[in-house]
């Protein structure tokens, strides 16, 4: 099999592992190992190295041989390299040239008889010094060729798969770099200014489509791209760049070659994936930093590099139990110890995959959480010890690094845990009341029977099993629905978005996401009212409209009495509820006279967004439209917006928060 052209690109890769590459040594390597399948007479007869080495006619045959095929300087090379292995290996000396000089003259070499591959009984032991026939040398040298240079590439494929992901995070940073200088707060106003200019989406960004491909969320088409991207890529690599004969001395049959260079090959490449999982899977990763992207966006890849190294991880078994089945070797081939590990660390993999699917993570997420860090931990223990059997254990080197980062990931974790809460704790209290008031004069008796002082941190959480099913039942247990508990903040995580720079903002909210717009419409306010402690630019907005859509009237009723009170008097904010629950709570308060109503159902999205464009386009204002809620909300909301620019909107900026992974 041809070798192919692009390759090349490989090569560059051949610092890292030109070891493995063939060099001058390659030609002695050949010679001696042709006679491994040959039996000589004399002491020492036992022991691959000892005979090797030591065995007067066994030496003078792979020195009559080396000087037969081999060029000067590869017989140099090579036999200095046998010494030294000699030595590491055998703890004994190579027999120096000198010793057998006898049967080294032109004349003996001449006269040697010459053997070819397997003409020699290994039960029948040589009394003299044989030369192996170019044919035999040929194809022991092409055999080791073969495998030396599968080996390599192996991890040069590998490592083919590190530079792809350092491309696109390399363009990750150079973008949020670019961004960063350009839209500095004061150059970005003046240029806004002075050429009446702002960000807006292109259609080409919007995926239209929706989130899902192939059964995988996407909050972006360029996410799909690089993931698509990369699942090419692992599936190009694990199948090219194979050699094979007929003829190969280790496996005769070029099925057989392809087996065993393909099981190889996932095998090497799962184990590639390792660290790279454990780096997009880490909070503190410094990468968010450095690129901009968000946690969601970084598990994703972690999610998907995963997916690719266990089904490398199932194809490097699947084919080695092929592999013993076509040798008549299964159950000795499944007995041995580091193969049991590796059936482990198979297992496991798999548990982890099927554990990770979002309807398990999101509806048993503390058990999810568990049993991902103990499956984690026992898949790199199974692997450890399932490589355990090479010498210098040269695949530990993907295995430490993704210890590393999840110890370092854990480590930095902890550190933020507790810095943030002891920042809590001094500026605030550490202890959060969890309170189900529902309007602002209940809210104001329960601060005052709780002394709250200082800070107030309210949380909107939606109960599902675990822990915050627990949270919810023992909140109602509890007198006047009220419960004084010790809870452990971390974060914040995430970016915002200056929504203070469009001169219109459409807020389309589902459920809980209410979280993402509040904080929005609460800098407009602050920044509509100037000075104070915002020392940035006053906002921009004309008018802001809050679409809000949720399960429980209650909420909605909750949140417009406490949090949104500011705005629902303002002219330039309107908002709108929906309510889909069957069966909602009646309205506690009535907040027709803060100017909004809630109505049954779910709004017509495509039809608000559109209306929205055309009163932006009209007016020449630009329109930010923020989403968080649902997938099919986003979905919707993206494809209307699609739409819209496709009709000639074209000063739209989309921006879609999640708070789903």
């Known amino acids: 099999m041809l070798r192919p052209r692009w390759l090349v690109v490989a090569l560059a890769f051949q610092s890292a592992w030109g070891s493995s590459l063939p060099q001058e040594e390659q030609c002695v390597t050949a010679v001696y190992s042709t006679y491994n399948y040959i039996t000589f007479a004399g002491t020492p007869a036992g022991g691959l190295w000892d005979t090797r080495c030591q065995n007067p006619l066994k030496v003078a045959s792979i020195y009559a041989a080396s000087e037969t095929y081999c060029r000067d300087s590869e017989r140099a090379a090579g036999l200095a390299q046998l010494a030294s292995f000699c030595e590491e290996f055998g703890h004994v000396e190579l027999l120096p040239r000198d010793a057998v000089a006898e049967n080294l003259t032109e004349d003996a070499i001449r006269n040697m008889r010459i053997v070819d591959y397997l003409e ?49 995070l390399f363009l990750g940073m150079a973008s949020h770099l670019y961004s960063r200088m350009i839209r500095s707060r004061k150059a970005r106003a003046e240029r806004e200014v002075e ?26 088409r360029g996410e799909a791209l690089v993931v698509v991207g990369f699942w090419l890529l692992s599936t190009v690599l694990s199948v090219v760049g194979y050699r094979t004969f007929p003829g190969n001395i280790y496996w005769p049959n070029p099925t057989d070659q392809i087996l065993r260079y393909s099981a190889d090959r996932t095998g090497v490449m799962s184990f590639v994936n390792f660290p790279l999982m454990w780096l997009f899977g880490g909070r503190n990763n410094i990468l968010m930093w450095a690129t901009g992207w968000s946690f969601a966006t970084f598990n994703i890849y972690h999610r998907h590099v995963a997916r690719v190294a266990t089904l490398q991880g199932v194809a490097h078994s699947i084919i080695y139990v092929v592999i013993y089945i076509r040798a008549n070797k299964l159950w000795k081939g499944l007995s041995k110890v580091y193969v049991l590990w590796g059936i482990l660390a198979f297992v496991v993999m798999i548990l982890l ?21 103990l499956l984690s931990v026992l898949t790199l223990v199974g692997c450890f010890y399932h490589s355990i059997v090479f010498e210098g254990h040269e695949y530990w080197q993907y295995l430490w690094p993704a210890v590393g980062v999840w110890v370092l990931d854990r480590g930095l974790r902890i550190i933020r845990l507790v810095y943030c809460n002891i920042h809590i704790g001094i500026t605030g209290r550490n202890k959060v009341q969890m309170t189900r008031s529902q309007n602002q004069d209940e809210f104001q008796e329960t601060a005052e029977k709780t002394n709250v002082t200082g800070m107030n941190l309210i949380f909107w959480i939606r109960p599902y099993d675990g822990w915050t099913q ?5 909140c109602l247990r509890s007198k006047d629905q009220i419960l004084d508990t010790t809870i452990l903040l971390e974060g914040p995580y995430g970016h915002n978005f200056p929504l203070w720079r469009y001169e219109s903002v459409l807020l389309i909210i589902g459920g809980t996401g209410i979280a993402s717009a509040v904080p929005y419409i609460q800098d407009h306010i602050r920044r509509s009212a100037g000075g104070g402690e915002i020392s940035e630019e006053e906002t921009r907005i004309r008018d802001i409209e809050l679409v809000w859509t949720a399960r429980q009237t209650a909420f909605l009723h909750d949140v417009a009495s406490r949090e949104l009170l500011p705005a629902l008097g303002r002219e330039d904010f309107q908002a709108s509820f929906y309510a889909t629950g069957v069966s909602a709570a009646p309205p506690r308060r009535d907040l027709a006279g803060l100017g909004c109503e809630i109505s049954t159902g779910r709004p017509h999205i495509q039809s608000l967004i559109m209306s929205r464009a055309c009163d932006a386009s009209a007016a020449g204002s630009t329109l930010a439209i923020l989403v968080c809620g649902p997938a099919g909300m986003a979905d919707e909301a993206r494809a209307a917006t699609h739409l819209a620019m496709r009709q000639g909107y074209r000063s739209i900026k989309y921006v879609e928060e999640s708070f789903a992974w």
């Open 195 to 220: 050429s009446n200019t702002y960000p807006t989406t292109s259609t080409s960004s919007l995926n239209r489509r929706g989130r899902k491909l192939l059964g995988c969320t996407f909050t972006n």
């Open 353 to 373: 995959l099927i554990t990770s699917l979002d309807r398990i993570r999101f509806a048993t997420y503390e058990i999810f959480l568990i049993t991902h860090i």
């Open 120 to 168: 020699l009984s290994r039960g029948d032991p040589v009394e003299t010094p044989v030369l192996i026939s170019a044919s035999y040398f040929n194809v022991m040298f092409n055999t080791l060729d073969s495998w030396q240079y599968v080996s390599w590439s192996h991890h040069a494929f590998g490592y083919i798969g590190y530079a792809y992901w350092a491309a696109i």
């Open 470 to 474: 627990k949270l919810r039942q023992e």
